[in-house]
């Protein structure tokens, strides 16, 4: 596809800059399944231009933003590969008295982007169609979904955001209709940092009530990290995840991570979501140069609730080899396993950046138990690159 590029125009004082972005990411992934004796090893090479425009006015803004994903992937059986293309911003924002209004497709990022986010990581990423508006420490913003990972044309989201010297706090109501089940939540949020000691904690807290299929919900989360200087160029952190998940008659308990940036939020591995998780890690980051970090972490992983599912880092149910992760009993207990993460990244200027990483993850006996075979750890590693122009 081309796009049409308009010059700048001396009356109407537009100044045009042009947008170009590539990322090129390989992923090798083995024993997903955790199944020696089946093989679903699997290697991807995601591939993603973006191009586009800024538009800068006397009293607005524009961005036009086109992007193409391709991701070509190999396993032991079959090679395939698939591809999108998505306007993912089309936007215009106007300075109102000294608030910025902000219509169209636009990213939305709020604060960790925990609950709320671009979700960069993935190749496609998310956009919204929305209306957002800023003053000062305040943000309002009503959305549809504009592109998104999988697409749901019911979601409607909310939201209120009031930042602080020390945090921001958040209210978004989201509704959704999925297979005729009518979900209405909402949650407040409060993120922050603050000193304690010799190091600092970061820390976001999160509940929600709501109905979902005619049963109310009562349901939250809680992510907490320490991290302190333990010599020259390393910090050490210890960090916990848990989010709430079950239901009884009359209530679910699943926390619902929204529509987050999930990724090395719950393990580099993105085994997990912020759902129905109990999670507790510790590790260090090297700080070799202002270019280049190092980091190493372990993380035990288990389930809130041992009779609802494990969930994926994009929210749905993570499946298995001939079903999905949920005992419903609660007999295949809660251990989901151990995790050993290595992160890299290299930023040869501020347009070039090399990151790879790799992970091991040990299956405890709740993925054990779900299934048939002898039971193995699954690795996972990538290498990628993005320019920026
Ligand atoms: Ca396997």
Redesign the pocket.
């Known amino acids: 596809m081309w796009l049409y590029i308009p010059i700048d125009d001396a009356k109407l004082k537009i100044k045009v800059e042009p947008v170009f972005e590539i990322r090129e990411r390989y992923e090798r992934r ?2 997903k ?1 955790f ?2 004796n ?4 699997r290697g991807d090479v995601f591939g993603r231009y973006r191009a586009g425009v800024n538009l800068k006015g006397k009293d607005f803004t524009g961005r036009f933003v086109y992007q193409y994903a391709h991701d070509w992937v190999w396993t032991l059986g079959s090679n395939s590969s698939n591809d999108r293309s998505d306007m993912v911003e089309a936007n215009a924002s106007f300075s109102v008295d000294k608030a910025k209004v902000t219509l169209g497709r636009q990213r939305l990022a709020v604060g960790s982007q925990r609950l709320i986010g671009e979700l960069n990581w993935h190749n496609v990423s998310n956009s919204f169609d929305a209306v957002s508006y800023e003053r000062d420490r305040f943000s309002a913003f009503v959305a549809k979904q504009g592109v998104g990972v999988v697409p749901d044309k019911n979601l409607f989201l909310g939201g209120v955001t009031m930042k602080d010297s020390q945090g921001l706090t958040m209210a978004v109501v989201k509704t959704d209709e999925l297979n005729n089940v009518q979900k209405g939540r909402l949650t407040l949020s409060r993120e922050g940092k603050f000193k304690l000691g010799k190091g600092s904690v970061d820390y976001q807290v999160a509940g929600q009530i709501g109905h979902e299929d005619g049963k109310a919900v009562r349901a939250w989360a809680g992510f907490a990290r320490y991290t302190m200087p333990v010599a020259k160029k390393i910090d050490g952190f210890f960090e916990t995840n848990i989010a709430s998940g079950g239901k009884s008659t009359d209530t679910v308990n699943t926390f619902d991570q929204l529509y987050p940036t999930g990724h090395d939020r719950v393990g580099l591995m993105d085994t997990t979501g912020w759902q129905n998780v109990r999670q507790l890690g510790a590790g260090l980051r090297f700080n070799v140069s202002p270019k280049e970090t190092f980091k190493v972490q372990v993380m035990d992983l288990s389930l809130y609730d041992s009779g609802d599912s494990w969930y994926g880092v994009g929210g749905g149910v993570n499946t298995r080899t001939g079903g999905t992760y949920t005992d419903a009993t609660g007999a295949s207990g809660r251990h989901l396993g151990r995790e050993l993460d290595l992160d890299f990244s290299y930023k040869f200027d501020t347009t070039y950046t090399l990151t790879a990483g790799a992970g091991v993850f040990w299956p405890g006996t709740f993925p054990q138990n779900l299934q048939v075979g002898s039971s ?1 750890r699954q690795l996972w590693g990538y290498v990628a690159i993005t320019k920026k122009f």
Do not use: A
């Open positions: 083995t024993d399944d199944l020696s089946v093989s679903d090893n193995n």
